[in-house]
């Protein structure tokens, strides 16, 4: 709400109304958006914040003198602080903008391959998103590093005994979500942290979906690193941000060289800013972190408590009309999940029921959902996801699980 106060009666089709696009028809029928995984819609008071800086506030920052550029400097700096108090950081200096959750995992990655030596180990699980796989493989091609892998039980839960059996003298990261883009699992962060911190590791936390649906509380978890994506937080693509403790962030070489990120240029020398900007080389994302903060700001209206509950309260609707059917394999049913039903159905690939589905107004996603070695695990080649988020109804539910029978019936 405007003056900062939180609603704690939860009515989502309030909230509803308040995203343009949720009202318009897909192909005849009703958009019913069930790829918020993916990336979330944008609520009206975003789109109205971003048209007004193109209109009347924008101009490059930091560097000007003038009062446009003051002015878009004070709006891009109050989004840091914003983004700081979402996470419970201490300082909005413990904030990095990035383009996204997956440029702020190669940020602290290729800082950290500097002083990676061959056999060093980096611990990930299973249920990680390529983002969070891919630029530790960079790190064991180009340095020797070895990948250790956390196994994810059949529920979906991670296995802890297992990851405090790989902790050991060698491991210098781990890396692993806060909530599975999969499976929903909610995995104990502050518990993997606590444990990689006694084996002398760093911890980085994905929370690019854990962020939106779980609890983003850096001091308690206690994480090296946290990131987090714009898009999924109901603010502009394009825009992201890393969390690190001061002492991690200081101990990381620049990413990239350019403007902004330099105290001093020399002919034979160079000095570089202390963190955040000795991280944020050239122009950054003005319009997209002015976005964000506005995104943060509008969704703190709302209790999150609330809101995790409204968007189980539509999985669990959904998974009860569905229970009994032995046509359809529901992936990640580990207690206390977040609000995303991955499922297969029998002799049918998601492709095909995702695009059917698509003919009654339902958007979902399909295929490998960027987390191949989940897969794999789970004994899938693919996969038909359906994420809920605060805008979505029990009408949205059932208008998913009617369609999802519809699709099914087509194939038999």
């Known amino acids: 709400m405007a003056d900062g106060s939180v609603v704690t009666t939860f009515d989502p089709y ?6 343009p696009i949720l009202s318009r028809q897909v192909n005849g029928r009703p958009l019913v958006y069930l790829d918020n995984a993916a990336s979330a819609q944008k609520p009206r008071a975003v789109i109205d914040a971003l048209t007004a800086t193109m ?13 446009l550029s003051n002015e878009a400097t004070e709006a891009f700096e109050q989004a840091r602080e914003i983004v700081a108090r ?30 990676i030596q061959p056999g060093d180990e980096i611990i990930v699980s299973e249920m990680e998103h390529h983002s969070n796989i891919v630029p530790w493989h960079l790190l064991r091609e180009r340095r020797g590093a070895v990948i250790r892998w956390i196994p994810v039980r059949d529920d979906g839960s991670l296995d802890m005994a297992a990851y405090a059996d790989l902790l050991g003298p060698k491991t210098r990261m781990v890396a692993v979500t806060h909530m599975s883009n999969v499976l929903g699992t909610i995995n104990p962060v502050a518990e ?38 714009g898009h999924k937080l109901f603010g502009p693509t394009g825009i992201g941000a890393l969390y690190g403790k001061a002492e991690a962030l200081e101990a990381l070489p620049p990413y ?22 000795r991280f944020e080389a050239g122009t950054p994302p003005i319009l997209e ?10 969704l703190a209206q709302y209790d999150r408590a609330a809101v995790q509950a ?70 899938v080649t693919s996969s038909t996801r359906a994420s809920f988020a605060l805008y979505n109804t029990v009408e949205d539910a059932d208008a998913f699980v009617d369609a999802l029978i519809k699709a099914r019936n087509f194939f038999v």
């Open 86 to 115: 979402f996470l419970n950081a201490e300082s909005p200096e413990q904030v990095v903008w990035t383009k996204g959750g997956t440029e702020a995992i190669n940020l602290v990655a290729n800082g950290l391959g500097l002083q």
């Open 310 to 379: 409204h968007e189980h309260a539509l999985y669990q609707h959904a998974v009860d009309r569905l229970r009994g059917q032995n046509w359809l394999r529901i992936l990640g049913q580990a207690e206390g999940k977040g609000a995303i039903l991955t499922f297969a159905v029998e002799g049918a690939h998601a492709h095909d029921v995702a695009q059917i589905m698509d003919r009654y107004g339902v958007a979902v996603r399909a295929g490998l959902h960027c987390a191949e070695p989940l897969a794999k695990r789970m004994g």
């Open 256 to 277: 990239q060289g350019g403007g902004e990120m330099i105290e001093t240029v020399e002919q034979d020398r160079v000095t570089y800013a202390k963190p955040p900007h």
């Open 192 to 229: 993997i942290s606590r444990l990689a911190h006694a084996a002398g590791a760093q911890v980085l936390i994905d929370g690019c979906q854990g962020a939106v649906h779980a609890t983003p509380d850096v001091q308690a978890i206690d994480c090296d690193f946290y990131v987090l994506t």
């Open 14 to 19: 309030a909230v509803r109304a308040q995203f």
């Open 55 to 67: 209109e009347g506030g924008y101009a490059n920052v930091h560097r000007g003198l003038h009062t």
């Open 289 to 298: 972190a002015i976005g964000l903060g506005v995104a943060l700001k509008w």
